[in-house]
């Protein structure tokens, strides 16, 4: 049977496309299926007692500048640390990933484009001309799932999304559960492998 993985992220995270690719290789090799998961970042934070990048104390925003070019070297990414448009409202952009699941279509060669798209092309996510663009190039229906993105309907599932992390005990993006155990954040994909690798029983809070 194939194993599952639920993914949560949005593409407003900048650490959920520097972990993309290696997690894709995971997926690929473990032949997991992945539950695609988009959430709203700034709930999901506010619930969880997380702050929002513009609260924290100055120190950790300095870090997390100088994390991001570890990174960035780290799996030989080229990236604009600040990019243009960001942040941005990234619940148009996420939505398109719930439609074309709505659909019965493969949301990834539009994720493929669209976290580059904000982090090395600069462009404006939060436009729905540039993700007709994306999802087109992609080979999706564009207008068709960015008009369905921006549905009452959409937002619910985006929403369900939101708690469905909370009840999973995740509070950022990206987060990767596997059997119930939550690996949170792409710097904990190599422990993703590990346990996959070595089929251990998931972990969890009781020991």
Do not use: C
Not at 136 to 165: C, F, I, K, M, W
Request: proline share 6%.
């Amino acid at each position: 049977m194939t194993r599952q993985i639920d993914y949560y992220f949005s593409l407003q995270s900048p650490w959920a496309y520097i972990g993309h690719k290696p997690f894709r290789e995971i997926v690929s090799a473990y032949d997991l299926k992945i539950n695609y998961k988009p959430v709203q970042l700034v709930d999901l934070f506010a619930e969880s007692g997380g702050l929002p990048l513009a609260k924290r104390h100055p120190a950790r925003q300095r870090y997390r500048m100088v994390e991001l070019q570890r990174w960035r070297d780290r799996r030989g990414l080229n990236f604009h640390l600040q990019p243009a448009n960001w942040p941005f409202n990234a619940r148009l952009a996420d939505g398109v990933v719930i439609a074309a699941l709505e659909v019965g279509l493969d949301p990834e060669p539009y994720l493929q484009r669209a976290y580059p798209a904000v982090w090395e092309h600069q462009l404006k996510l939060a436009d729905s001309a540039t993700l007709v663009k994306l999802a087109d190039d992609a080979g999706l229906p564009g207008e068709q799932l960015v008009a369905r993105a921006a549905t009452e309907a959409v937002s619910a599932a985006y929403e369900q999304n939101r708690q469905d992390a909370l009840d999973a005990d995740v509070f950022g993006s990206p987060g990767y559960v596997l059997d119930g155990e939550v690996f949170w954040g792409q710097d904990r994909i190599e422990l993703l492998e590990d346990a996959l690798k070595s089929g251990r029983k998931p972990y969890n809070s009781q020991g």
